[in-house]
């Protein structure tokens, strides 16, 4: 396992962090004791089959989901045992979330989604702002039934960065989109984590992507198999898909 890159401070520092499920009488062990540290303004691939644990460490490390076992700290903020409130608050001001599938709503134009995440914000973009970032200055008006795949899924990018996250968790987000689009998408994501310098964690199963990441985490049955730190990044349009 390659040595740790340092970017920056740890933003969110993992210690033993265990889930596990119960269904019935059995017992699934979605995570086995990880050990992980993130840094601030790093871009970090997380590859992995499906199974192996990359979504559930995903979703505690964004306080959408708690741990059995384990302590999460996210810079001075002890996550570990946090209520429900303080989860909630900790996601609407630190944290911007990428999914595979969009989540629009469908009778709301691109600007009136965005403004959905503007409006709890505390220092947010205005949605203009947001939407011109991710190249869609020209579309603000549009709905969802309006846009392309890729389209909607940078509608949901703006969202998600508009009300500036230091931290952005993206789950599969070139998932349901060609090689092409999916391009266009990761670029989209490289360029907030450069120019906010926004910690950014990558969920896919595309081995190629890890090509774009400081550093590229493996995990397996629940633990993290390797760290990979890359001499460089390599620009999502160079990437051989």
């Known amino acids: 396992m390659a040595s740790e890159a340092t970017t920056g401070p740890a933003v969110f520092e993992a210690a033993g962090l265990t889930k596990v499920y119960h269904m019935g009488e059995v017992a699934i062990h979605a ?47 002890e996550l570990t045992g946090a ?27 691109a600007r009136e ?6 409006d709890i914000a505390i220092d947010p973009m205005r949605p203009e702002e947001a939407l011109e970032r991710v190249g869609l200055g020209e579309r603000l008006d549009h709905f969802p039934s309006q846009l ?51 910690t950014t964690a990558i969920i896919t199963h595309n081995e190629v992507i890890g090509q774009m990441a400081d550093r590229v985490i493996r995990l397996s049955d629940g633990k993290v198999s390797d760290i990979h730190v890359n001499d460089r990044r390599i620009p999502p349009a160079e990437l051989d898909w």
């Open 83 to 109: 209520s429900e409130s303080q989860l909630t608050r900790f996601r609407r001001e630190q944290v911007g979330f990428v999914f595979q599938f969009y989540n629009l709503i469908p009778s709301l134009t």
């Open 31 to 77: 995570l086995r004791g990880v050990d992980l540290a993130l840094h601030q303004g790093e871009l970090v691939v997380m590859l992995g089959a499906s199974g192996s644990g990359k979504s559930t460490l995903l979703n505690i490390m964004g306080g959408l989901d708690v741990a059995s076992e384990g302590r999460l700290r996210y810079r001075d903020q």
């Open 113 to 118: 989604n965005v403004a959905i995440a503007t």
């Open 148 to 198: 392309s795949g890729g389209e909607q899924q940078r509608v949901a990018i703006a969202r998600a960065i508009a009300k500036r996250p230091m931290v952005l968790m993206c789950d599969e987000p070139t998932g349901a989109l060609d090689s092409k689009t999916g391009i266009r998408v990761l670029e989209v994501i490289e360029q907030i984590n450069r120019e906010l310098n926004t």
